[in-house]
């Protein structure tokens, strides 16, 4: 469509061309003071001109504007889906957060309730005295972590040792 009007602006400046030249002719056979009408004639040619590019600036200066709008709603565009999608990824984010502590909730519970099983069996198993030294025993280990689990990884070392020098 801007095509179309760049084309209809030049017919119309063709036109007014060929009247303007028409009315030149007409006044020169009219007015035999050829020099003088010939520099007037110069004059409004170039006051045209300039008009012409008056307008073109004009409509340069409009389309970067238009040009500048557009970009800035492209932009508004792009950060309002922006927003939106960390939004959603902060909702399914929380949703999975959800799920995974109520399983694991829900693990804990059964291990707590199998440790509780497991627990009742032993001490029903097993002599009063032995229970007490077992929960001593752990009672220690759990004050006391990496000196007992140095203990229990030098002990398996040197168990794994002699199992692999009766084997040679």
Known sequence: ????????????????????????????????????R?????????????DRVTDAKY????????????ADQVQATAKAKVDQAQATATAKTDQVQAVAKAKADQVQAVATEKTRQVTEKIESSVPEPVIERGKQAAEVARRNAVPVAAAAISATAVIWLLARRRRS
């Not at 084309?7 to 003088?36: H, K, S």
């Not at 010939?38 to 300039?50: D, I, N, Q, S, V």
């Not at 340069?60 to 040009?67: F, H, K, M, V």
């Open 38 to 50: 010939a520099k007037e004639k110069g004059h409004e040619t170039a006051e045209a001109a300039e």
């Open 59 to 70: 409509q340069a200066l409009a389309a970067a504007d238009q040009a500048r709008d557009k």
């Open 1 to 36: 469509m801007n095509e179309h009007n760049e084309q209809e602006a030049l017919r119309r400046d063709r036109d007014q061309a060929q009247q303007e030249l028409g009315e030149i002719v007409a006044e020169l056979t009219d007015n035999p003071d050829v020099p003088a």
